[in-house]
T-cell receptor, first 114, second 114 residues
Framework: DSGVTQTPKHLITATGQRVTLRCSPR?????VYWYQQSLDQGLQFLIQ???????AKGNILERFSAQQFPDLHSELNLSSLELGDSALYFC?????????????FGPGTRLTVL | AQKVTQAQTEISVVEKEDVTLDCVYE???????LFWYKQPPSGELVFLIR??????QNEISGRYSWNFQKSTSSFNFTITASQVVDSAVYVC???????????FGQGTRLTINP
């Protein structure tokens, strides 16, 4: 158990819908990262937050957005869902942004868009 | 741009055999970190090792060992006396110091047959 929690574990929804994925980082970790893992693209970085502020953006679609709250949990919002958004979404956390620290991953949320 | 290549898509061996998973990386940074994660069938990503670019000493942890060679930009992972429980996808990753994100290889699916 990495200490990073993600809910829900599974999510099945229809095209055009909107969903919210939730992540709680390890105790003491200030950075939260979101990754998408699909069969054809592998693991792709989406976005990073540090202590409530967005710090880096990767291959995140405009239909997707994220935020980190004062209690450091984070949410990833996916809207106008398409079939191709079906993937495993991981949240990871690390202690400090000043050095390359180990990112510990949550169990992931498996999203299926029908 | 940073890149990680895991040329072995799938490997299948019989239990108790030794197996080496290859990881080749590309980066222009002089300071960087390399990681290995294990992704068992349940889907979560389990951290295995973190190595910085200034430490080329090989590391051994039980049946696991890692060979880091800067000259060939490789960070290979060997499992000695493999066991069925080692069956998983193993993913190699490289840090991006500027963005703190991880760049992942496509992963190697390792199957250990009894």
């Amino acid at each position: 158990d990495s200490g990073v929690t993600q809910t829900p574990k599974h999510l099945i929804t229809a095209t055009g819908q909107r969903v919210t994925l939730r992540c709680s980082p390890r105790s003491g970790d200030l950075s939260v990262y979101w990754y998408q893992q699909s069969l054809d693209q592998g693991l792709q970085f989406l976005i990073q937050y540090y202590n409530g502020e967005e710090r880096a953006k990767g291959n995140i679609l405009e239909r997707f957005s994220a935020q980190q709250f004062p209690d450091l949990h984070s949410e990833l919002n996916l809207s106008s869902l398409e079939l191709g958004d079906s993937a495993l979404y991981f949240c990871a956390s690390s202690v400090d942004i000043e050095e390359i620290d180990t990112q510990y991953f949550g169990p992931g949320t498996r999203l299926t868009v029908l | 741009a940073q890149k990680v290549t895991q040329a072995q898509t799938e490997i299948s061996v019989v239990e108790k055999e030794d197996v080496t998973l290859d990881c080749v990386y590309e980066t222009r940074d002089t300071t960087y970190y390399l990681f290995w994660y294990k992704q068992p069938p349940s889907g979560e990503l389990v951290f295995l090792i973190r190595r910085n670019s200034f430490d080329e000493q090989n590391e051994i942890s039980g049946r696991y060992s890692w060979n880091f060679q800067k000259s060939t930009s490789s960070f290979n992972f060997t499992i000695t006396a493999s066991q069925v429980v080692d069956s998983a996808v193993y993913v190699c990753a490289l840090s991006d110091p500027g963005a703190q994100k991880l760049v992942f290889g496509q992963g190697t699916r390792l199957t250990i047959n009894p």
